[in-house]
């Protein structure tokens, strides 16, 4: 067996992820440093571009109704009508569960933001997302993967964590992450479990020169995300039928539907091990071209489950909501206008959204500039007139307290603009 097949093999089975390069097991460490892995960052990635405007919709304009005349959502108080956030935007009715969180101030959301480059195609911008770097594909690793660097103290194997089918994009690179399954399945005992089988394995590579750091590491996460995970998870599905072009707008990502369960599941892990600090979801199933609905319909399908478990996320993480970050982001936004089918196709600017302990929340950022035909990015969908970065960037210095050298190596073409009033 050649030492890539063993490394993948191995990750495989102890849902690691196995970084390779010559920094690869460098600055590893098994004991916690809750100082360090205080503040803690969750990205929620929704693959397949959410419609931004009928998430955060601007009822207040007429021209947002004019351009949707089927998929429109009301003013507050009206039939399929938004929950008012601040007389001019309103949220999703099927986000329900998180106005709690806009009130309380801990929900903001950024406007007409997203990726710079031109791109409307899933597979790129998805990657210059998890990139940090718009228009250069060839970039190696995720800027996440690049945060477990710069990111001050002793890092474990288990201090980046992601959530889903395969080890996404955005944590590749030479940093070690743990990746666990969708649903109970991510924490149920493997093969190497088996004390027989465990046990030959450890005598099997106990003195091997070559493989042995790459299994014991492995074992070791592991077993520490099965030691957070022991009595305390519940199970979860995946539901609901796509169409071929949603699947590989997806890339992989299941649709929200088993959301609130991983979101119990995650919280619990993350209050039981202290080592993890970031970690990373990704979901299908918003590349809605066709029967979009308004308040009702496809789109609100699949944000019910969202809305829901994000308040999961921040109702189980307890205490440690209050050092925590959460940004869902999308590749990018669909056209104001809707199409012949009821639904919308790709576009540019989008919505981000920020909740957590120490957000200042409770209101919509971000350079507004309107959806009149004049406003529109040629003439069909939202600017960007926030770049993704200064969002990220911002949550990096002020709430993971990075510096000026360490942002550079996050983000090595970090825009110059300044940082937001956000955290």
Do not use: C
Request: glycine residues 14%.
């Amino acid at each position: 067996m050649q030492r890539r097949d063993f490394l993948n093999a191995l990750a495989a089975g102890a849902g690691l992820m196995i970084p390779l390069g010559r920094h690869a097991w460098a600055a590893t460490a098994a004991t916690p440093n809750t100082d360090a892995t205080g503040r803690k960052l969750i990205v929620v990635m929704l693959r397949g571009a959410v419609d931004g405007l009928n998430v955060v919709a601007p009822v207040a304009d007429a021209n947002y109704a004019r351009l949707r005349p089927t998929i429109a959502l009301g003013r507050p108080g009206e039939d399929n009508g938004v929950l008012n956030l601040d007389g001019y935007f309103g949220l999703h009715p099927a986000l329900a569960p998180l106005l709690p969180l806009w009130e309380q101030k801990k929900l903001a959301f950024v406007h007409a933001s997203g990726s710079p480059d031109i791109t409307r195609s899933h597979f790129d911008a998805q990657d210059y997302m998890e990139s940090a770097t718009p228009g250069v594909k060839s970039t190696a690793d995720g800027w996440m993967n690049r945060l477990v660097a710069a990111l001050p103290g002793t890092t474990t194997p288990t201090r980046a964590l992601s959530i889903g089918p395969t080890m996404p994009r955005i944590l590749s690179g030479h940093a070690a992450a743990v990746n666990l399954a969708n649903g109970a399945a991510g924490t149920k005992a493997n093969v190497l479990d088996r004390p027989a089988v465990g046990k030959a394995f450890d005598q099997l590579y106990a003195d091997n020169a070559r493989f042995g750091a790459a299994y014991q590491q492995g074992q070791d996460a592991h077993r520490e995300v099965m030691d957070a995970a022991a009595g305390k998870m519940a199970g979860g599905g995946m539901a609901g039928g796509m169409s071929a072009e949603m699947q590989a707008a997806n890339g992989g990502a299941p649709l929200p539907n088993g959301f609130p369960d991983d979101a119990a599941r995650l919280a619990a892990l993350m209050r039981n091990d202290p080592n993890i600090q970031l970690a990373f979801v990704a979901l299908g199933g918003w590349d809605t071209h066709a029967s979009q609905g308004s308040a009702r319909g496809q789109l609100a399908n699949r944000l019910q489950p969202l809305g829901q478990g994000l308040a999961v996320l921040a109702q189980r993480l307890g205490p440690l909501f209050e050092q925590t970050t959460i940004v869902v982001m999308s590749e990018f936004g669909r056209t104001a206008r809707e199409n012949g089918n009821g639904g919308t196709d790709h576009g540019h600017g989008n919505a981000m959204w920020v909740l957590g302990g120490g957000v200042k929340g409770g209101k919509v950022l971000g350079d507004w500039r309107g959806v009149g035909d004049a406003e529109l990015n040629e003439g069909r969908d939202l600017p960007v007139t926030t770049d993704f970065r200064t969002v990220l960037a911002t949550i990096a210095e002020r709430h993971l307290r990075l510096g000026d050298k360490q942002l550079v190596q996050v983000f090595p073409s970090l825009p110059r603009a300044g940082r937001l009033d956000l955290v």
